[in-house]
C-alpha cells in the first residue's frame, strides 16, 4: 500500500508548499507526524471549498498538481474532490509522508452500485502498525483522519464518523459512515487498491463530462467550517450542524454570486456568474 516518496507519485516537489500552506492558514511544524497530518486535514477541510463550476458550464477541467494549484492555491478557487486530493496528496508527499492515494464509491445510503469517483489518500507512519483515511474532498468533513480499522469511530467538532470492514471475495470492502438526524448513514465504500494521479483523471473526466453525472447538471458547492456544514444543490442552500438540525432555504439565481461569496467563500468572475445564473434560472435539463 505505501508510495515511495522518491518516486514523486504526487509530484510534491513541484508544489508551491508556502502558498499551499498560506491558502489553508496552516503555520504548525512541517514534519510528518499524527498531529501535523490532523491539522493539515482541518485546515484544508476548513479552507478550500468544494464546487463545480467548471462542469456545469461544460468546460475542460485538467487535474493535473500545476492546473490544481494554479485554481486552488493562487486563485483561491474550490473543487471537487480529485482536485483536492491531488492537491493534498502532493502536500504530504512534499512533507515527507507515506501515503497512497485509493478510489471509493459514494452511496450516501443507496443501494444501488455506484461509479468508483470519490478519490482519498491511506498515510501510514513509521513503525506504527496503524494507517489513517483522510478523506478532505468529500466537502463535509472529517476535520481529521480516522484510524482504518473495523470498528474505528471519530468524533470531530461535534460530526461523528465510523468505520465497518465487509469481507469481499477478492478483497474487503470498507464502508464510512456518518451519524445524521436519522442515525447512521453509508457515505461511501471502498476497497485498498492503490491509485494514481492518471486514475484520477480518468474518474475525473467522467464526473466533469459523462450526461449522467449529477456534477453536470446543476451546480453543487459546500463550505465547512467544523461547526457548520452549508451545502448549495442548484438553488436549494441548506445548512447543516452536528446536532441533526439542518435549515434550508431556496435562492433565487440573481442572488447566487452574493450567497457564493459571503457563505461559501467563492467569488466568480463575470463571465463565470452569468452562465450558472442564467443555467440556474433555466432549470433542470
Known amino acids: ?41 482541518r485546515a484544508h477541510t476548513t479552507s478550500i471549498p468544494f464546487e463545480n463550476v467548471h462542469a456545469v458550464r461544460g468546460l475542460h477541467l485538467p487535474v493535473d498538481l500545476a492546473s490544481v494549484q494554479e485554481r486552488l492555491v493562487h486563485r483561491r478557487r474550490g473543487g471537487y474532490c480529485f482536485e483536492h486530493v491531488v492537491l493534498f496528496a502532493a502536500a504530504l508527499e512534499r512533507l515527507g509522508f507515506d501515503l497512497t492515494g ?48 473495523d470498528g474505528a469511530t471519530l468524533e470531530a467538532d461535534g ?47 467522467y464526473v466533469g463530462t459523462h450526461p449522467r453525472s449529477p456534477f453536470v447538471a446543476r451546480l453543487f458547492a459546500q463550505r ?3 461547526p457548520e456544514h452549508h451545502q448549495l444543490d442548484g ?18 439565481p440573481a442572488q447566487l454570486g452574493t450567497l457564493l461569496a459571503e457563505t461559501f467563500d467563492l467569488t466568480l468572475d463575470g463571465d463565470e456568474l452569468a452562465a450558472i445564473v442564467q443555467h440556474s434560472a433555466a432549470g433542470p435539463a
Open 1 to 41: 500500500m505505501s508510495t515511495n516518496a522518491a518516486a514523486s507519485v504526487w509530484q510534491g516537489e513541484e508544489l508551491d508548499l508556502d502558498a499551499y500552506l498560506e491558502r489553508i492558514g496552516f503555520d504548525g511544524p512541517r514534519v510528518p507526524t499524527l498531529d501535523t497530518l490532523g491539522r493539515l486535514q
Open 102 to 149: 485509493i478510489t471509493g464509491r459514494v452511496t450516501l445510503g443507496a443501494p444501488k452500485v455506484t461509479p468508483a469517483t470519490h478519490a482519498m489518500v491511506v498515510v501510514r507512519f513509521p513503525d506504527d502498525p496503524r494507517s489513517w483515511l483522510c478523506d478532505v474532498g468529500f466537502g463535509s468533513g472529517p476535520t481529521a483522519p480516522i484510524e482504518l480499522a
Open 159 to 205: 460530526w461523528r464518523y465510523r468505520l465497518q470492514r465487509r469481507p469481499g471475495p477478492l478483497t474487503d470492502t470498507w464502508s464510512l459512515q456518518q451519524h445524521g438526524a436519522d442515525g447512521w448513514f453509508e457515505r461511501n465504500i471502498f476497497v485498498l487498491v492503490q491509485q494514481y494521479p492518471v486514475d484520477y483523471r480518468v474518474g475525473s473526466h
Open 224 to 226: 465547512f467550517t467544523g
Open 235 to 252: 438553488t436549494t442552500w441548506r445548512t447543516h450542524t452536528p446536532d441533526g438540525i439542518t435549515v434550508e432555504k431556496e435562492v433565487e
